[in-house]
């Protein structure tokens, strides 16, 4: 399993309606082969600070099967508008659980 982080700063004031075509974009992402699950958090002191995790299979069904796909169009229509700057995203696997 590969966990994608990305840190992502919406522009003040914009908040409650990021949060709401956030929702609506999941159903792009989850409906991808490999997408395992995610979440979205807000900053408890900066709200309009949010961390993006999703658990994907393998990288490779995040940057090709996701990027690559019609799904993501609508995902960047939906949401790319809102940050700025433009998040950075990483990729993590696990070494340690407790």
Same mark, same amino acid.
């Given at each position: 399993?590969?966990?994608?982080?990305?840190? @992502?700063? =919406?522009?003040?004031?914009?908040?409650?309606?990021?949060?709401?075509? !956030?929702?609506?974009?999941? #159903? %792009?992402?989850?409906?991808?082969?490999?997408?395992?699950?995610?979440?979205?958090?807000?900053?408890?002191?900066?709200?309009?600070?949010?961390? @993006?995790? =999703?658990?994907?299979?393998?990288?490779?069904?995040?940057?090709?099967? !996701?990027?690559?796909?019609? #799904? %993501?169009?609508?995902?960047?229509?939906?949401?790319?508008?809102?940050?700025?700057?433009?998040?950075?995203?990483?990729?993590?696997?696990?070494?340690?659980?407790?």
């Amino acid at each position: 399993m590969i966990l994608e982080v990305a840190m @992502l700063n =919406v522009k003040i004031g914009q908040e409650r309606q990021f949060e709401l075509d !956030f929702a609506r974009a999941g #159903q %792009y992402i989850s409906s991808i082969n490999g997408y395992i699950k995610h979440s979205l958090r807000r900053c408890l002191e900066q709200n309009h600070k949010y961390i @993006l995790l =999703v658990e994907w299979e393998n990288l490779e069904d995040h940057t090709i099967g !996701f990027r690559q796909s019609p #799904q %993501y169009l609508e995902w960047k229509r939906l949401l790319h508008h809102y940050y700025d700057p433009f998040p950075t995203v990483e990729h993590y696997e696990l070494v340690v659980e407790n």
